[in-house]
C-alpha cells in the first residue's frame, strides 16, 4: 500500500481558501469535500484538507487554533522537480491572495531551493527543490 500525507488546515472560508487552492495547481475531489471541508489534491499522494475552523476543533479537543498569521505552526515541504517550478509556484500564490517568502538559511541555490508560501489563512508550504547530484556532498 502506498503512503498517502493529507495535511490539515483550518481555514476561515472554505469557498476562498478551495479557489486560492485550486488557483495555484491543487484540485479539489468532491467526493471527499461538502460546505465545512475542501479536499484537494496535488498529486496521488499529496493531499491538502481545507476544514472549516469548527470542523478543526473537533480534531483537536482542548487545544486551541493557532494564529498562522503570527505564529510558525509547521512547515509542509513537498518537493518540485527544479528551482524555476518553485519559483512559479511562489509567484501563483503571490498573484491569487498567498504571501511568498525567501528566506536565506546559508543553502547554496545551487544545492537547494525553497520558499515560504503562505495561504490568506496563513498556513504554511514550503516547495522545495532539492539538488539530487549534491545530495552526498
Known amino acids: 500500500m502506498t503512503t498517502m500525507v493529507l495535511v490539515n488546515f483550518p481555514v476561515s472560508d472554505i469557498e476562498a481558501s478551495t479557489s486560492f487552492y485550486e488557483k495555484i495547481g491543487f484540485k479539489k475531489n468532491p467526493d471527499f469535500s461538502d460546505e465545512l471541508v475542501s479536499c484537494m489534491?496535488?498529486?496521488?499522494?499529496?493531499?491538502?484538507m481545507l476544514l472549516s475552523r469548527a470542523r478543526y476543533k473537533t480534531f483537536i479537543g482542548e487545544k486551541e487554533i493557532a494564529d498562522t498569521k503570527s505564529t510558525s505552526s509547521a512547515l509542509i515541504s513537498f518537493t518540485f522537480a527544479n528551482a524555476q517550478s518553485v519559483k512559479?509556484?511562489?509567484?501563483?500564490?503571490?498573484?491569487?491572495?498567498?504571501?511568498?517568502?525567501?528566506?536565506?538559511?546559508?543553502?547554496?541555490?545551487?544545492?537547494?531551493?525553497?520558499?515560504?508560501?503562505?495561504?490568506?489563512?496563513?498556513?504554511?508550504?514550503?516547495?522545495?527543490?532539492?539538488?539530487?547530484?549534491?545530495?552526498?556532498?
Open 88 to 137: 512559479n509556484f511562489g509567484k501563483l500564490a503571490d498573484e491569487n491572495g498567498g504571501k511568498t517568502i525567501h528566506l536565506d538559511n546559508g543553502i547554496s541555490e545551487e544545492m537547494m531551493y525553497g520558499l515560504e508560501v503562505q495561504d490568506p489563512d496563513g498556513n504554511c508550504l514550503e516547495p522545495v527543490w532539492m539538488n539530487p547530484e549534491m545530495a552526498n556532498n
Open 41 to 48: 489534491i496535488w498529486d496521488e499522494n499529496f493531499f491538502i
